[in-house]
């Protein structure tokens, strides 16, 4: 069975920095896209960041020029540097993969747990 963990949240005050990371594992064929979605409180799930196979990014529109995505295809991993953040960052982030598996071959999105960011002074 696929999993994917997130790590590298935390409680960080106003400006600072956090790098999240989220490892994919078990019997992966290939990955295709890679993203970061978070869920602040009162609000619905939304799309922070993506990243295609081959490197092309998209962000919304209130993090560009704050948050970057990047992937080690080799590691199977895609992380979030985070850089000034607000306390409107402040959210569960969850990571997704669309992930082909031996016995699930066709484009299939798996979701981490999620990690909780907290920014506040």
């Known amino acids: 069975q696929v999993q994917l963990v997130e790590s590298g949240g935390g409680l960080v005050q106003p400006g600072g920095s956090l790098r999240l990371s989220c490892a994919a594992s078990?019997?992966?064929?290939?990955?295709?896209?890679m993203g970061w979605y978070r869920q602040a409180p009162g609000k619905q799930r939304e799309l922070v960041a993506t990243i295609t196979s081959g490197g092309s990014t998209n962000y919304v529109d209130s993090v560009k020029g704050r948050f970057t995505i990047s992937r080690d295809n080799a590691k199977n991993m895609v992380y979030l540097q985070m850089n000034s953040l607000k306390p409107e960052d402040t959210a569960v982030y969850y990571c997704?993969?669309?992930?082909?598996?031996?016995?699930?071959?066709?484009?299939?999105?798996?979701w981490g747990q999620g990690t909780q960011v907290t920014v506040s002074s």
């Open positions: 078990g019997s992966i064929l290939s990955i295709n896209a």
């Open positions: 997704n993969a669309e992930i082909r598996t031996p016995v699930r071959p066709w484009w299939y999105t798996y």
